[in-house]
Protein backbone atom coordinates (compact mmCIF):
# COMPACT_ATOMS: atom_id res chain seq x y z
CA UNK A 1 0.00 0.00 0.00
CA UNK A 2 2.46 2.05 1.40
CA UNK A 3 4.61 1.52 -2.18
CA UNK A 4 1.54 2.77 -4.37
CA UNK A 5 1.51 5.58 -2.74
CA UNK A 6 4.93 6.66 -3.27
CA UNK A 7 4.65 6.17 -6.66
CA UNK A 8 1.08 7.26 -7.45
CA UNK A 9 2.29 10.99 -5.96
CA UNK A 10 5.41 13.02 -6.50
CA UNK A 11 6.01 16.49 -3.87
CA UNK A 12 6.84 19.54 -5.20
CA UNK A 13 8.24 21.87 -3.10
CA UNK A 14 8.44 25.82 -3.39
CA UNK A 15 11.34 27.98 -2.77
CA UNK A 16 10.05 29.06 0.33
CA UNK A 17 9.42 25.73 1.58
CA UNK A 18 5.63 25.13 1.38
CA UNK A 19 5.31 21.39 0.08
CA UNK A 20 2.40 20.20 -2.51
CA UNK A 21 1.46 16.92 -3.35
CA UNK A 22 0.34 15.91 -6.83
CA UNK A 23 -0.56 12.72 -8.51
CA UNK A 24 2.46 11.77 -10.74
CA UNK A 25 0.59 11.84 -13.79
CA UNK A 26 -0.31 14.85 -13.76
CA UNK A 27 3.08 16.92 -12.75
CA UNK A 28 4.44 15.09 -15.72
CA UNK A 29 2.78 17.30 -17.67
CA UNK A 30 5.05 19.49 -17.18
CA UNK A 31 8.21 19.00 -19.22
CA UNK A 32 10.77 19.55 -16.83
CA UNK A 33 9.02 17.92 -13.91
CA UNK A 34 8.51 14.54 -16.06
CA UNK A 35 12.25 15.00 -17.13
CA UNK A 36 13.57 15.21 -13.72
CA UNK A 37 11.55 11.97 -12.45
CA UNK A 38 12.82 9.88 -15.24
CA UNK A 39 14.76 7.25 -14.29
CA UNK A 40 16.92 7.48 -17.19
CA UNK A 41 18.16 10.73 -16.06
CA UNK A 42 19.27 9.26 -12.66
CA UNK A 43 18.28 12.44 -11.15
CA UNK A 44 18.16 12.28 -7.00
CA UNK A 45 14.73 13.66 -7.28
CA UNK A 46 13.23 10.60 -9.07
CA UNK A 47 14.21 8.04 -6.36
CA UNK A 48 12.67 10.51 -3.85
CA UNK A 49 9.76 11.64 -5.72
CA UNK A 50 10.26 14.57 -4.54
CA UNK A 51 11.37 17.77 -6.60
CA UNK A 52 12.37 21.13 -4.80
CA UNK A 53 11.40 24.19 -6.80
CA UNK A 54 14.14 26.93 -6.43
CA UNK A 55 12.55 29.41 -8.16
CA UNK A 56 8.81 29.30 -7.30
CA UNK A 57 7.51 30.51 -4.36
CA UNK A 58 4.24 28.69 -2.79
CA UNK A 59 1.67 30.91 -3.78
CA UNK A 60 2.48 30.60 -7.37
CA UNK A 61 2.99 26.85 -6.89
CA UNK A 62 -0.27 26.23 -5.68
CA UNK A 63 -1.37 27.96 -8.87
CA UNK A 64 0.38 25.60 -10.61
CA UNK A 65 -0.72 22.48 -9.16
CA UNK A 66 -4.17 23.40 -9.87
CA UNK A 67 -3.21 24.31 -13.62
CA UNK A 68 -1.92 20.63 -13.54
CA UNK A 69 -4.88 18.91 -12.71
CA UNK A 70 -6.96 21.70 -14.68
CA UNK A 71 -4.55 20.04 -17.76
CA UNK A 72 -5.57 16.29 -16.76
CA UNK A 73 -8.97 16.87 -16.62
CA UNK A 74 -9.51 18.63 -19.64
CA UNK A 75 -6.79 16.40 -21.82
CA UNK A 76 -9.68 14.85 -23.58
CA UNK A 77 -12.35 17.30 -23.99
CA UNK A 78 -12.92 19.24 -27.21
CA UNK A 79 -14.41 22.55 -25.72
CA UNK A 80 -11.69 23.51 -22.82
CA UNK A 81 -13.06 26.63 -20.54
CA UNK A 82 -9.98 29.04 -19.58
CA UNK A 83 -8.63 28.45 -16.39
CA UNK A 84 -8.87 31.90 -13.99
CA UNK A 85 -5.44 33.32 -13.68
CA UNK A 86 -5.25 36.08 -11.05
CA UNK A 87 -3.49 39.02 -12.86
CA UNK A 88 -1.24 39.65 -10.10
CA UNK A 89 0.49 36.07 -10.11
CA UNK A 90 0.36 36.39 -14.04
CA UNK A 91 4.03 38.04 -14.63
CA UNK A 92 5.50 34.94 -11.70
CA UNK A 93 3.44 32.21 -13.19
CA UNK A 94 4.59 32.89 -16.75
CA UNK A 95 7.98 32.75 -15.21
CA UNK A 96 7.19 29.85 -13.52
CA UNK A 97 5.51 28.10 -17.10
CA UNK A 98 8.24 28.95 -19.15
CA UNK A 99 10.49 27.04 -16.72
CA UNK A 100 8.35 24.29 -15.91
CA UNK A 101 7.19 23.97 -19.56
CA UNK A 102 3.88 24.10 -19.65
CA UNK B 1 -9.94 77.24 -71.35
CA UNK B 2 -6.80 74.66 -70.31
CA UNK B 3 -8.64 74.23 -66.41
CA UNK B 4 -11.72 72.88 -67.62
CA UNK B 5 -9.68 69.98 -69.48
CA UNK B 6 -7.20 69.25 -66.15
CA UNK B 7 -10.30 69.16 -63.62
CA UNK B 8 -12.42 66.77 -66.01
CA UNK B 9 -9.16 64.53 -66.68
CA UNK B 10 -9.05 64.55 -62.53
CA UNK B 11 -12.36 63.73 -62.13
CA UNK B 12 -12.99 61.44 -64.82
CA UNK B 13 -13.99 58.14 -62.97
CA UNK B 14 -17.61 59.24 -60.86
CA UNK B 15 -17.65 56.58 -57.88
CA UNK B 16 -21.15 55.67 -57.56
CA UNK B 17 -23.20 58.02 -55.53
CA UNK B 18 -26.66 58.19 -54.16
CA UNK B 19 -28.62 61.47 -55.72
CA UNK B 20 -28.61 63.70 -52.63
CA UNK B 21 -31.24 65.80 -54.57
CA UNK B 22 -33.85 64.08 -53.33
CA UNK B 23 -32.76 64.86 -49.34
CA UNK B 24 -35.16 67.18 -47.99
CA UNK B 25 -33.41 69.37 -46.53
CA UNK B 26 -34.30 72.63 -48.77
CA UNK B 27 -38.31 72.97 -48.32
CA UNK B 28 -37.44 73.58 -44.55
CA UNK B 29 -39.72 76.16 -43.11
CA UNK B 30 -37.12 77.77 -41.24
CA UNK B 31 -33.91 79.16 -42.28
CA UNK B 32 -30.86 76.58 -42.51
CA UNK B 33 -28.43 77.50 -39.89
CA UNK B 34 -25.42 79.33 -40.90
CA UNK B 35 -22.19 77.30 -40.82
CA UNK B 36 -18.99 77.46 -41.76
CA UNK B 37 -19.51 75.57 -44.37
CA UNK B 38 -22.40 76.65 -46.12
CA UNK B 39 -22.62 78.32 -48.84
CA UNK B 40 -19.16 79.73 -50.36
CA UNK B 41 -17.70 83.20 -48.43
CA UNK B 42 -19.27 85.32 -50.42
CA UNK B 43 -22.88 84.37 -50.47
CA UNK B 44 -23.39 84.83 -47.12
CA UNK B 45 -22.74 88.31 -47.33
CA UNK B 46 -25.23 90.63 -46.12
CA UNK B 47 -27.10 91.34 -49.35
CA UNK B 48 -28.42 88.23 -49.58
CA UNK B 49 -28.43 86.98 -46.10
CA UNK B 50 -32.19 86.01 -46.52
CA UNK B 51 -32.02 84.04 -49.27
CA UNK B 52 -32.08 80.50 -48.42
CA UNK B 53 -28.75 78.40 -48.88
CA UNK B 54 -28.00 74.75 -49.23
CA UNK B 55 -26.00 72.85 -46.85
CA UNK B 56 -22.77 71.52 -48.36
CA UNK B 57 -23.61 67.70 -49.41
CA UNK B 58 -20.72 65.70 -49.72
CA UNK B 59 -21.15 63.33 -52.61
CA UNK B 60 -23.07 65.70 -54.48
CA UNK B 61 -23.43 65.76 -58.22
CA UNK B 62 -20.37 67.82 -59.45
CA UNK B 63 -18.69 65.13 -61.75
CA UNK B 64 -21.56 65.46 -64.18
CA UNK B 65 -20.85 68.55 -64.06
CA UNK B 66 -18.67 69.50 -67.25
CA UNK B 67 -18.15 73.49 -66.87
CA UNK B 68 -15.07 73.30 -64.60
CA UNK B 69 -15.26 77.53 -64.31
CA UNK B 70 -18.07 76.83 -62.50
CA UNK B 71 -16.91 77.21 -59.40
CA UNK B 72 -14.97 80.00 -59.80
CA UNK B 73 -17.70 82.72 -58.73
CA UNK B 74 -21.06 80.83 -58.91
CA UNK B 75 -23.07 82.78 -56.00
CA UNK B 76 -24.68 79.69 -55.10
CA UNK B 77 -27.85 81.54 -54.71
CA UNK B 78 -29.77 79.51 -56.90
CA UNK B 79 -30.75 76.62 -54.81
CA UNK B 80 -32.01 74.14 -57.68
CA UNK B 81 -29.50 74.73 -60.22
CA UNK B 82 -26.52 72.30 -60.79
CA UNK B 83 -24.26 74.87 -59.81
CA UNK B 84 -25.20 75.17 -56.49
CA UNK B 85 -24.74 71.39 -56.22
CA UNK B 86 -21.43 72.02 -57.61
CA UNK B 87 -20.43 74.75 -54.85
CA UNK B 88 -22.03 72.53 -52.15
CA UNK B 89 -19.07 70.21 -52.58
CA UNK B 90 -16.31 72.48 -52.64
CA UNK B 91 -17.34 75.38 -50.43
CA UNK B 92 -16.09 76.36 -46.91
CA UNK B 93 -12.69 76.33 -47.38
CA UNK B 94 -9.10 77.72 -48.60
CA UNK B 95 -8.22 77.16 -51.79
CA UNK B 96 -4.66 75.27 -52.15
CA UNK B 97 -3.82 77.50 -55.12
CA UNK B 98 -6.17 80.72 -54.90
CA UNK B 99 -8.25 80.75 -57.92
CA UNK B 100 -6.35 83.31 -60.17
CA UNK B 101 -2.74 81.62 -60.01
CA UNK B 102 -4.12 78.04 -59.99
CA UNK B 103 -3.41 75.99 -63.05
CA UNK B 104 -2.53 72.72 -60.88
CA UNK B 105 -4.21 69.61 -60.86
CA UNK B 106 -2.99 69.55 -56.83
CA UNK B 107 -5.27 72.34 -56.41
CA UNK B 108 -8.01 69.74 -56.87
CA UNK B 109 -6.80 66.50 -55.50
CA UNK B 110 -6.64 68.96 -52.29
CA UNK B 111 -9.42 70.71 -52.72
CA UNK B 112 -10.27 72.17 -48.93
CA UNK B 113 -8.52 73.01 -46.04
CA UNK B 114 -10.68 73.68 -42.76
CA UNK B 115 -10.91 77.25 -42.00
CA UNK B 116 -10.36 78.30 -38.75
CA UNK B 117 -13.02 80.09 -37.10
CA UNK B 118 -11.66 83.19 -35.91
CA UNK B 119 -8.59 83.63 -38.18
CA UNK B 120 -7.99 86.34 -41.10
CA UNK B 121 -7.07 84.19 -44.04
CA UNK B 122 -4.78 85.07 -46.65
CA UNK B 123 -5.00 82.57 -49.40
CA UNK B 124 -2.50 83.10 -51.14
CA UNK B 125 -0.24 81.89 -48.43
CA UNK B 126 -2.48 79.69 -46.32
CA UNK B 127 -0.37 76.21 -47.71
CA UNK B 128 -2.42 73.33 -46.68
CA UNK B 129 0.92 71.28 -44.78
CA UNK B 130 0.03 69.68 -41.72
CA UNK B 131 -1.79 66.04 -41.39
CA UNK B 132 -3.61 67.55 -38.52
CA UNK B 133 -5.65 69.42 -40.97
CA UNK B 134 -6.44 66.57 -42.63
CA UNK B 135 -8.05 65.11 -40.06
CA UNK B 136 -9.69 68.38 -39.11
CA UNK B 137 -11.49 68.19 -41.93
CA UNK B 138 -12.83 65.15 -41.34
CA UNK B 139 -14.19 66.30 -38.46
CA UNK B 140 -16.20 68.98 -39.71
CA UNK B 141 -17.27 67.12 -42.57
CA UNK B 142 -18.64 64.85 -40.21
CA UNK B 143 -20.34 67.46 -38.14
CA UNK B 144 -21.50 69.46 -41.28
CA UNK B 145 -23.07 65.92 -42.44
CA UNK B 146 -24.72 65.28 -39.39
CA UNK B 147 -26.22 68.33 -38.90
CA UNK B 148 -28.12 68.15 -42.21
CA UNK B 149 -28.22 64.38 -42.19
CA UNK B 150 -26.23 63.65 -45.25
CA UNK B 151 -25.81 60.06 -45.98
CA UNK B 152 -23.46 60.23 -48.27
CA UNK B 153 -19.50 61.40 -47.91
CA UNK B 154 -16.76 61.60 -50.71
CA UNK B 155 -13.59 61.65 -49.51
CA UNK B 156 -11.78 60.55 -53.04
CA UNK B 157 -8.17 61.67 -53.69
CA UNK B 158 -7.14 63.51 -50.40
CA UNK B 159 -4.12 62.24 -49.52
CA UNK B 160 -5.70 60.71 -46.66
CA UNK B 161 -3.62 58.19 -43.91
CA UNK B 162 -5.51 56.10 -41.97
CA UNK B 163 -5.42 58.67 -38.88
CA UNK B 164 -6.89 60.86 -40.98
CA UNK B 165 -10.08 58.61 -40.93
CA UNK B 166 -11.09 58.51 -36.98
CA UNK B 167 -13.76 61.31 -36.77
CA UNK B 168 -15.54 59.37 -39.37
CA UNK B 169 -17.03 57.11 -36.11
CA UNK B 170 -19.11 60.32 -35.65
CA UNK B 171 -21.20 59.12 -38.42
CA UNK B 172 -22.95 56.06 -35.99
CA UNK B 173 -24.42 59.26 -34.77
CA UNK B 174 -26.45 59.72 -38.42
CA UNK B 175 -30.31 59.81 -38.00
CA UNK B 176 -32.64 60.38 -41.50
CA UNK B 177 -33.82 63.45 -41.48
CA UNK B 178 -37.30 64.11 -40.06
CA UNK B 179 -39.48 64.69 -42.82
CA UNK B 180 -41.94 67.72 -42.28
CA UNK B 181 -45.13 67.91 -43.87
CA UNK B 182 -46.03 71.03 -43.12
CA UNK B 183 -49.91 71.75 -43.25
CA UNK B 184 -50.74 68.58 -45.30
CA UNK B 185 -51.56 65.39 -43.39
CA UNK B 186 -48.64 63.31 -43.74
CA UNK B 187 -48.39 60.59 -45.91
CA UNK B 188 -47.11 57.30 -46.42
CA UNK B 189 -43.54 58.54 -47.18
CA UNK B 190 -43.60 60.26 -43.36
CA UNK B 191 -43.47 57.61 -41.86
CA UNK B 192 -40.19 55.15 -42.31
CA UNK B 193 -37.08 54.55 -41.04
CA UNK B 194 -34.92 56.69 -39.16
CA UNK B 195 -31.86 54.04 -40.10
CA UNK B 196 -29.81 56.15 -42.58
CA UNK B 197 -27.99 54.41 -45.29
CA UNK B 198 -24.32 55.49 -45.47
CA UNK B 199 -22.19 55.91 -47.94
CA UNK B 200 -18.85 56.30 -48.03
CA UNK B 201 -16.18 57.06 -50.88
CA UNK B 202 -12.17 56.51 -49.33
CA UNK B 203 -10.75 56.11 -53.17
CA UNK B 204 -7.81 56.80 -54.30
CA UNK B 205 -6.05 58.01 -50.79
CA UNK B 206 -3.22 56.47 -49.14
CA UNK B 207 -4.86 54.26 -46.42
CA UNK B 208 -3.30 51.37 -45.58
CA UNK B 209 -4.61 49.50 -42.13
CA UNK B 210 -7.52 51.95 -41.60
CA UNK B 211 -9.43 53.11 -38.32
CA UNK B 212 -11.00 51.53 -35.38
CA UNK B 213 -13.96 53.96 -35.37
CA UNK B 214 -14.55 53.40 -38.91
CA UNK B 215 -15.84 49.52 -37.98
CA UNK B 216 -17.96 51.67 -35.43
CA UNK B 217 -20.41 53.38 -38.09
CA UNK B 218 -23.15 50.08 -37.99
CA UNK B 219 -25.71 51.79 -40.97
CA UNK B 220 -22.84 52.41 -43.22
CA UNK B 221 -23.69 50.28 -46.19
CA UNK B 222 -21.60 51.32 -49.08
CA UNK B 223 -17.78 51.60 -48.24
CA UNK B 224 -15.46 52.15 -51.33
CA UNK B 225 -11.61 51.96 -51.38
CA UNK B 226 -10.55 51.29 -54.54
CA UNK B 227 -6.71 52.59 -55.16
CA UNK B 228 -5.25 52.62 -51.93
CA UNK B 229 -2.71 50.68 -50.37
CA UNK B 230 -4.35 47.94 -48.10
CA UNK B 231 -2.69 44.92 -47.73
CA UNK B 232 -4.77 43.44 -45.07
CA UNK B 233 -8.26 44.10 -43.92
CA UNK B 234 -8.83 44.61 -40.33
CA UNK B 235 -11.40 41.42 -39.09
CA UNK B 236 -13.07 44.04 -37.65
CA UNK B 237 -14.65 44.80 -41.28
CA UNK B 238 -17.11 41.74 -39.86
CA UNK B 239 -18.66 44.42 -37.98
CA UNK B 240 -20.34 46.42 -40.64
CA UNK B 241 -23.21 43.70 -41.23
CA UNK B 242 -25.03 46.10 -42.71
CA UNK B 243 -22.60 46.40 -45.13
CA UNK B 244 -23.80 45.85 -48.91
CA UNK B 245 -21.13 47.12 -51.21
CA UNK B 246 -17.28 46.64 -50.45
CA UNK B 247 -14.90 47.99 -53.42
CA UNK B 248 -11.64 47.16 -52.13
CA UNK B 249 -10.14 46.94 -55.80
CA UNK B 250 -6.75 48.11 -56.88
CA UNK B 251 -5.62 47.70 -52.93
CA UNK B 252 -2.74 44.78 -52.24
CA UNK B 253 -4.57 42.29 -50.67
CA UNK B 254 -3.11 38.94 -50.98
CA UNK B 255 -6.87 37.25 -49.26
CA UNK B 256 -9.40 38.32 -47.37
CA UNK B 257 -10.47 37.74 -43.41
CA UNK B 258 -12.65 34.63 -42.95
CA UNK B 259 -14.82 37.65 -41.28
CA UNK B 260 -15.98 38.53 -44.23
CA UNK B 261 -17.91 35.20 -45.48
CA UNK B 262 -20.66 35.51 -42.81
CA UNK B 263 -21.08 39.14 -44.19
CA UNK B 264 -21.10 37.72 -47.92
CA UNK B 265 -24.84 37.08 -49.37
CA UNK B 266 -26.81 35.10 -48.86
CA UNK B 267 -25.50 34.92 -45.66
CA UNK B 268 -25.17 38.23 -44.90
CA UNK B 269 -26.28 41.62 -46.94
CA UNK B 270 -23.13 41.65 -48.22
CA UNK B 271 -24.28 41.48 -52.30
CA UNK B 272 -21.21 42.86 -54.12
CA UNK B 273 -17.80 42.74 -53.42
CA UNK B 274 -15.31 43.94 -55.69
CA UNK B 275 -11.80 42.27 -55.55
CA UNK B 276 -10.29 43.55 -59.42
CA UNK B 277 -6.62 44.41 -59.04
CA UNK B 278 -5.38 43.00 -56.07
CA UNK B 279 -2.75 40.39 -56.10
CA UNK B 280 -4.99 37.27 -54.53
CA UNK B 281 -4.01 33.89 -53.96
CA UNK B 282 -5.02 31.64 -56.38
CA UNK B 283 -5.42 27.61 -56.16
CA UNK B 284 -2.63 26.15 -58.18
CA UNK B 285 -3.71 25.36 -61.60
CA UNK B 286 -6.44 28.06 -61.59
CA UNK B 287 -5.92 28.75 -65.32
CA UNK B 288 -7.12 25.76 -66.72
CA UNK B 289 -10.71 25.97 -65.40
CA UNK B 290 -10.83 29.24 -66.77
CA UNK B 291 -9.92 27.93 -70.07
CA UNK B 292 -12.28 25.16 -69.44
CA UNK B 293 -15.24 27.71 -68.70
CA UNK B 294 -14.53 29.49 -71.74
CA UNK B 295 -14.58 26.36 -74.28
CA UNK B 296 -17.95 25.31 -73.62
CA UNK B 297 -19.32 25.13 -70.13
CA UNK B 298 -21.29 28.24 -69.97
CA UNK B 299 -22.88 27.00 -72.97
CA UNK B 300 -24.36 23.54 -72.13
CA UNK B 301 -27.41 24.10 -70.92
CA UNK B 302 -28.65 21.65 -68.13
CA UNK B 303 -26.89 20.46 -65.48
CA UNK B 304 -26.97 17.10 -66.49
CA UNK B 305 -25.22 17.94 -69.62
CA UNK B 306 -22.52 20.17 -67.63
CA UNK B 307 -22.12 17.19 -65.42
CA UNK B 308 -21.61 14.88 -68.72
CA UNK B 309 -19.15 16.89 -70.38
CA UNK B 310 -17.36 17.54 -67.06
CA UNK B 311 -16.75 13.60 -66.61
CA UNK B 312 -15.93 13.28 -70.27
CA UNK B 313 -13.20 16.36 -69.68
CA UNK B 314 -11.97 14.66 -66.47
CA UNK B 315 -11.93 10.73 -68.12
CA UNK B 316 -9.81 12.72 -70.78
CA UNK B 317 -7.00 13.96 -68.31
CA UNK B 318 -4.44 11.44 -66.84
CA UNK B 319 -3.76 11.87 -63.32
CA UNK B 320 -1.28 14.54 -64.08
CA UNK B 321 -3.07 17.86 -63.52
CA UNK B 322 -6.91 17.73 -62.83
CA UNK B 323 -7.33 20.92 -60.53
CA UNK B 324 -9.97 22.69 -63.26
CA UNK B 325 -11.69 19.96 -63.48
CA UNK B 326 -12.06 18.56 -59.49
CA UNK B 327 -12.86 22.66 -59.07
CA UNK B 328 -15.75 22.49 -61.10
CA UNK B 329 -17.09 19.18 -60.23
CA UNK B 330 -17.04 20.57 -56.42
CA UNK B 331 -18.36 23.48 -57.68
CA UNK B 332 -21.49 21.65 -58.97
CA UNK B 333 -21.86 19.46 -56.30
CA UNK B 334 -22.21 22.28 -54.25
CA UNK B 335 -24.56 24.10 -56.16
CA UNK B 336 -26.40 20.77 -56.32
CA UNK B 337 -26.93 21.10 -52.66
CA UNK B 338 -28.47 23.85 -52.76
CA UNK B 339 -30.16 25.12 -55.43
CA UNK B 340 -32.14 23.85 -58.81
CA UNK B 341 -29.31 22.83 -60.65
CA UNK B 342 -31.18 24.21 -64.08
CA UNK B 343 -31.22 27.32 -62.91
CA UNK B 344 -27.28 27.51 -62.63
CA UNK B 345 -24.56 28.92 -64.61
CA UNK B 346 -21.33 29.27 -63.60
CA UNK B 347 -21.16 33.04 -64.11
CA UNK B 348 -24.61 33.97 -63.32
CA UNK B 349 -26.78 34.36 -60.09
CA UNK B 350 -28.26 31.45 -59.19
CA UNK B 351 -32.06 30.98 -57.99
CA UNK B 352 -32.21 28.97 -54.67
CA UNK B 353 -34.07 26.13 -53.92
CA UNK B 354 -37.83 27.57 -53.05
CA UNK B 355 -37.41 30.70 -53.62
CA UNK B 356 -37.76 33.17 -56.16
CA UNK B 357 -34.98 35.50 -55.37
CA UNK B 358 -31.90 35.48 -57.23
CA UNK B 359 -29.06 35.47 -55.17
CA UNK B 360 -24.72 35.77 -55.72
CA UNK B 361 -23.90 32.32 -54.33
CA UNK B 362 -21.15 31.44 -52.28
CA UNK B 363 -19.86 28.06 -52.56
CA UNK B 364 -16.96 26.26 -50.64
CA UNK B 365 -14.45 24.54 -52.67
CA UNK B 366 -10.84 23.44 -50.85
CA UNK B 367 -8.60 24.93 -48.57
CA UNK B 368 -4.78 24.72 -47.85
CA UNK B 369 -3.49 22.17 -45.29
CA UNK B 370 -3.30 23.64 -42.11
CA UNK B 371 -0.10 25.63 -40.30
CA UNK B 372 0.28 24.52 -36.96
CA UNK B 373 1.96 27.15 -34.72
CA UNK B 374 3.06 26.88 -30.73
CA UNK B 375 2.68 28.90 -27.99
CA UNK B 376 5.11 31.41 -29.22
CA UNK B 377 4.21 31.22 -33.02
CA UNK B 378 6.62 29.28 -34.43
CA UNK B 379 5.72 27.22 -36.66
CA UNK B 380 5.59 23.45 -35.60
CA UNK B 381 8.08 21.27 -37.18
CA UNK B 382 6.62 19.30 -40.15
CA UNK B 383 4.00 21.43 -40.28
CA UNK B 384 2.90 22.76 -43.81
CA UNK B 385 3.75 26.26 -44.61
CA UNK B 386 0.88 28.81 -45.97
CA UNK B 387 1.78 30.30 -49.25
CA UNK B 388 3.00 33.83 -49.16
CA UNK B 389 5.56 35.23 -51.78
CA UNK B 390 4.60 37.00 -54.77
CA UNK B 391 2.89 35.32 -57.46
CA UNK B 392 2.99 32.21 -55.10
CA UNK B 393 -0.10 29.92 -55.77
CA UNK B 394 -1.67 27.81 -53.14
CA UNK B 395 -1.95 24.15 -52.77
CA UNK B 396 -5.66 23.23 -52.26
CA UNK B 397 -7.28 19.94 -51.48
CA UNK B 398 -10.74 19.56 -52.28
CA UNK B 399 -12.72 17.18 -50.84
CA UNK B 400 -15.27 15.44 -53.20
CA UNK B 401 -18.01 12.41 -53.06
CA UNK B 402 -15.72 10.18 -54.73
CA UNK B 403 -12.69 11.04 -53.03
CA UNK B 404 -10.58 14.04 -51.99
CA UNK B 405 -8.03 15.62 -54.14
CA UNK B 406 -5.08 17.61 -53.98
CA UNK B 407 -4.06 16.04 -50.61
CA UNK B 408 -0.36 16.10 -49.62
CA UNK B 409 2.19 13.14 -49.85
CA UNK B 410 2.55 13.64 -46.38
CA UNK B 411 -0.35 15.04 -44.00
CA UNK B 412 0.80 16.58 -40.51
CA UNK B 413 -1.66 15.55 -38.06
CA UNK B 414 -3.05 17.90 -35.56
CA UNK B 415 -0.93 17.91 -32.10
CA UNK B 416 -3.25 16.41 -29.57
CA UNK B 417 -2.69 18.89 -26.74
CA UNK B 418 -5.61 20.68 -26.73
CA UNK B 419 -5.81 21.88 -23.34
CA UNK B 420 -4.51 26.03 -23.09
CA UNK B 421 -1.24 26.15 -22.02
CA UNK B 422 -0.25 27.98 -18.72
CA UNK B 423 1.62 30.10 -20.59
CA UNK B 424 -0.53 31.42 -23.19
CA UNK B 425 -3.22 31.94 -20.19
CA UNK B 426 -0.61 33.61 -17.92
CA UNK B 427 0.36 36.22 -21.28
CA UNK B 428 -3.65 36.75 -22.16
CA UNK B 429 -4.27 37.25 -18.76
CA UNK B 430 -1.07 39.70 -18.48
CA UNK B 431 -2.32 42.03 -21.28
CA UNK B 432 -5.94 42.04 -20.22
CA UNK B 433 -4.54 44.53 -17.30
CA UNK B 434 -1.07 45.48 -18.68
CA UNK B 435 0.20 47.04 -22.15
CA UNK B 436 3.20 45.09 -23.98
CA UNK B 437 5.03 47.75 -23.27
CA UNK B 438 4.31 47.61 -18.88
CA UNK B 439 4.65 43.89 -19.05
CA UNK B 440 7.88 44.13 -20.98
CA UNK B 441 9.01 46.59 -18.24
CA UNK B 442 8.03 44.38 -15.07
CA UNK B 443 9.64 41.76 -16.73
CA UNK B 444 12.75 43.86 -16.99
CA UNK B 445 12.64 44.73 -13.19
CA UNK B 446 12.12 40.90 -12.39
CA UNK B 447 15.25 40.20 -14.05
CA UNK B 448 14.24 37.09 -15.78
CA UNK B 449 14.60 36.92 -19.51
CA UNK B 450 11.93 34.81 -21.14
CA UNK B 451 12.80 34.17 -25.09
CA UNK B 452 8.78 32.71 -25.54
CA UNK B 453 7.55 35.65 -23.55
CA UNK B 454 9.45 38.50 -25.62
CA UNK B 455 7.68 36.57 -29.39
CA UNK B 456 4.15 36.38 -27.72
CA UNK B 457 4.44 40.09 -26.70
CA UNK B 458 6.55 40.60 -30.09
CA UNK B 459 3.09 39.02 -31.80
CA UNK B 460 0.43 41.11 -29.52
CA UNK B 461 2.67 44.40 -31.41
CA UNK B 462 1.62 43.07 -34.45
CA UNK B 463 -2.08 42.65 -33.50
CA UNK B 464 -2.41 45.95 -32.96
CA UNK B 465 -1.29 46.59 -36.34
CA UNK B 466 -4.18 44.75 -37.79
CA UNK B 467 -6.61 44.79 -34.91
CA UNK B 468 -5.58 48.02 -32.79
CA UNK B 469 -5.33 45.82 -29.68
CA UNK B 470 -3.43 42.73 -28.36
CA UNK B 471 -6.25 40.43 -29.32
CA UNK B 472 -7.52 38.42 -31.61
CA UNK B 473 -10.50 36.69 -32.22
CA UNK B 474 -10.85 33.00 -33.26
CA UNK B 475 -12.47 32.86 -36.41
CA UNK B 476 -13.55 29.27 -35.03
CA UNK B 477 -15.47 29.66 -31.48
CA UNK B 478 -15.14 33.53 -31.14
CA UNK B 479 -12.24 33.94 -27.89
CA UNK B 480 -9.94 36.20 -27.76
CA UNK B 481 -6.31 35.05 -28.04
CA UNK B 482 -2.62 36.37 -29.13
CA UNK B 483 -1.11 33.83 -30.75
CA UNK B 484 -2.93 31.88 -33.51
CA UNK B 485 -1.82 28.36 -33.72
CA UNK B 486 -3.05 27.42 -36.63
CA UNK B 487 -4.37 29.21 -40.03
CA UNK B 488 -5.33 27.91 -43.38
CA UNK B 489 -6.43 29.31 -46.77
CA UNK B 490 -10.30 28.83 -47.42
CA UNK B 491 -11.35 29.40 -51.12
CA UNK B 492 -14.63 30.20 -52.14
CA UNK B 493 -16.62 30.38 -54.78
CA UNK B 494 -18.26 33.76 -55.56
CA UNK B 495 -19.28 34.47 -59.22
CA UNK B 496 -16.79 35.05 -61.03
CA UNK B 497 -13.89 34.49 -58.42
CA UNK B 498 -12.02 32.23 -56.27
CA UNK B 499 -11.76 34.36 -53.02
CA UNK B 500 -9.08 32.80 -50.94
CA UNK B 501 -10.27 33.57 -47.01
CA UNK B 502 -7.99 33.29 -44.29
CA UNK B 503 -8.86 31.53 -41.83
CA UNK B 504 -6.69 31.69 -37.94
CA UNK B 505 -7.86 30.03 -34.87
CA UNK B 506 -7.18 30.33 -31.09
CA UNK B 507 -6.20 26.62 -30.15
CA UNK B 508 -5.04 23.43 -32.34
CA UNK B 509 -8.87 22.26 -30.78
CA UNK B 510 -10.50 25.14 -33.04
CA UNK B 511 -9.28 23.25 -36.21
CA UNK B 512 -12.33 21.39 -37.40
CA UNK B 513 -12.15 17.61 -38.59
CA UNK B 514 -13.09 18.80 -42.22
CA UNK B 515 -10.10 20.80 -42.39
CA UNK B 516 -7.71 19.02 -39.36
CA UNK B 517 -8.35 15.39 -40.63
CA UNK B 518 -6.70 14.15 -44.13
ZN1 LIG C 1 -10.95 29.08 -30.97
Redesign the pocket.
Known sequence: MATINLTEFVTLESSDGFEFKVLRSAACLAGTIKKALDPSYGFREESEGRIKLATINGVTLEKVCEYLYYHQKHAEAKDVPDMEIPPELCLELLIAADYLDI | MPRVKELNRIRSSPPIMMDSADAPSSPASSEPAVFSSDGPMESAGIDNYQAPRMKRKFGGAWWDKRDGSAHHNDSGRDATSKKTKLKRNIDSGVWMHSDDTDNDAIAYSLPIAPNPPSEEHDYESDKYDSSQSLENFVHDMVDDGLACHSESYDLTDLGLVDKDLSPLGGLSALIKPPLDPGSRVPGKEYYRSMLPQILLNLSKNSLSRLTPSLFTIEHLTTLMLPNNDIKELPPQIGRLTNLTLLDVCNNRLRSLPYDIIKMLTPRGKLERLSLMGNDLFEMASLHRIITLDSESLLHTTTFERRKAYLDSYRTGLLEGDSAAAVCLTKYLEEVEKVCDPDQVSLYSKISIAGTKETQTPLFHIGNTAPTYYDDAGRRLRGSPRQPTGDGCTADVIVKMKDGTWGSPSSWFSRPGMLVPSLFSLCGKTALEHLSTLETRAMMARSGVELFNLDRFLDIADDNHELVFGPFRN??????K?VVARAEWLEFWYRPVNFVPFRVE???W??VPDEVALE
Open positions: CHQCGKYVCSAC
